[in-house]
């Protein structure tokens, strides 16, 4: 393990907007929390200016096209076949509209470009298609397309992709190795625990979610905190899933509150990292109590980062400080 100089706080955002949910929701069922999601990334951008936060915003490729022309454009040639066809984004590309004005829930190059505008953020990729790689029938070579197809997105934008979140926390060697060769330097990797484990969609299960509700407001699993193994790849599990406000469980976010906190004073205590995830889709509803509560962590965070030297780092700058070579005379 690599000791870092201090302990430090990890936040990444999955950017998908309707990609990421196509496949089990309806895109009338879920458009409150769609367009809240345009409301909440610059709500969360501001809250993250003010707190000086450094975080990756792993971001679906297609989010980056700005018509349907460029959209149809990146299609990579080698697509996938999920046995389950609801996975595939391919299938129903033709409802998808002309552009950002007109289809807000399928393109977000404004608002990727307000990420991109904001200081200590990083862009990472979620895939193009959100790709979900444990699925029946996919096999590595469909993946390697699909990446190379989102980091010429990304070029377009001049921006070089280093970070990945893997869409429903599916990967195995192979996909990652695929991404070694294709020059990325993070991913996140899931908590170390069976609950957590990265699973298709036939295998998950109720206890499992069932365990992972409850473990959000009572430590069932530990803290998730970290110290870094050196790698080319590094791998940043999450520590904890940041749920939304859920007005039937208001009564226990005291619980789900202290469950983080208690976590960060773990991790500034220890000198590692704590790792906070969530989509910006999970703000879209109850924005205001969502706010609130992330402000309440970036408060407590601001506290640890004056009595412990606690840091805000992004994927891709704990990969720079990991790979950072060692000083002669100095032990690793």
């Known amino acids: 393990m690599t000791a870092l100089p201090g302990p430090a706080l990890m936040i990444s955002l999955d950017f998908e907007l ?6 089990h929701i309806t895109l009338a069922g879920y458009k409150e929390n769609l367009l809240g999601a345009r409301q909440a990334a610059p709500a969360i951008l501001k809250l993250f200016e003010r707190y000086k936060i450094h975080a990756t915003w792993a971001t679906v490729g297609f989010l980056f096209c700005r018509d349907r022309q460029d959209l149809l454009s990146s299609i990579p040639e080698l697509k996938p076949h999920y046995n389950d066809s609801r996975l595939s984004p391919y299938e129903s590309l033709t409802q998808v509209g002309a552009d950002e004005s007109e289809d807000p829930f399928h393109y977000a190059p404004s608002l990727i470009a307000m990420i991109n505008g904001t200081p200590f953020q990083e862009i990472g990729t979620h895939t193009l298609s959100h790709y979900c790689c444990l699925e029946p029938e996919q096999n590595v070579a469909a993946f390697g397309s699909d990446l190379e197809a989102a980091r010429k997105l ?37 908590e170390r625990s069976w609950i957590y484990e990265g699973r298709t969609r036939r295998e998950e299960n109720a206890i499992r979610r069932l365990l992972r509700l409850v473990d959000a407001y009572l430590n069932l699993t530990g803290h998730h905190t970290f110290s870094i193994s050196p790698d080319p790849l ?27 906190l208690n976590a960060l004073n773990f991790a500034a205590g220890s000198a590692q990292v704590y790792h906070l995830w969530w989509h910006p889709h999970n703000f879209g509803r109850h924005l205001p109590q969502n706010l609130a509560f992330l402000e309440e962590i970036l408060q407590h965070f601001s506290k640890l980062r004056e009595s412990h030297g606690m840091e805000s780092l992004n994927m891709r700058e704990l990969a720079a400080r990991v790979h950072l070579p060692t000083p002669m005379g100095a032990s690793a």
């Open 234 to 260: 590094c791998n940043f599990p999450s520590s904890r899933f940041l749920r939304p406000y859920c007005s039937r469980l208001q009564w226990l976010e005291g619980m789900r509150l202290k469950r983080i």
């Open 154 to 190: 990304a070029s377009k934008w001049k921006l070089e992709l280093k970070s990945i979140v893997f869409p429903r926390n599916q990967y195995d060697d192979r996909h990652l190795g695929v991404c070694r060769d294709a020059g990325m330097t993070a991913y996140r990797g899931n």
């Open 18 to 23: 309707y990609w990421g949910v196509h496949d």
